[in-house]
């Protein structure tokens, strides 16, 4: 995976923390979890992708708390969107990526 950051600003917009992820294994429920919220398959536009995320704000931060550890909850209500959303779609693709890794015994 790839660094990622997640950037905390001030109210003149100026950064005041940076956070650098850590990698973790995702349990498949939160993978799911994150899919089920974003369902970024069904969107047809931003305006939507916005309602969706504001409308499960508190289980998304739940979620990325475990990618960003040192986040605290005033963090991640002074980040910004258009960061936040690329960091998202990479943890998703990342995750099936290493799930597409794993041997798979065709006997099964």
Excluded: C
């Excluded at 209500?77 to 779609?89: A, C, F, G, Q, R």
């Amino acid at each position: 995976m790839d660094k990622l950051i997640l950037n905390v600003y001030d109210e003149k917009d100026k950064i005041i923390k940076t956070s650098e992820a850590q990698l973790v294994d995702l349990r498949f429920g939160t993978i799911r979890s994150l899919m089920e919220l974003l369902n970024v398959d069904d969107m047809n536009d931003t305006g939507e992708l916005l309602k969706t995320v504001y409308g499960a704000w508190s289980q998304i931060i739940a979620i990325l708390g475990r990618v960003f550890p040192d986040m605290t909850d005033e963090d991640w209500e002074n980040i910004k969107l258009s960061e936040l959303l690329p960091i998202l779609v990479v943890i998703l693709k990342s995750s099936f990526a290493h799930i597409l890794t794993i041997p798979n015994d065709s006997k099964n």
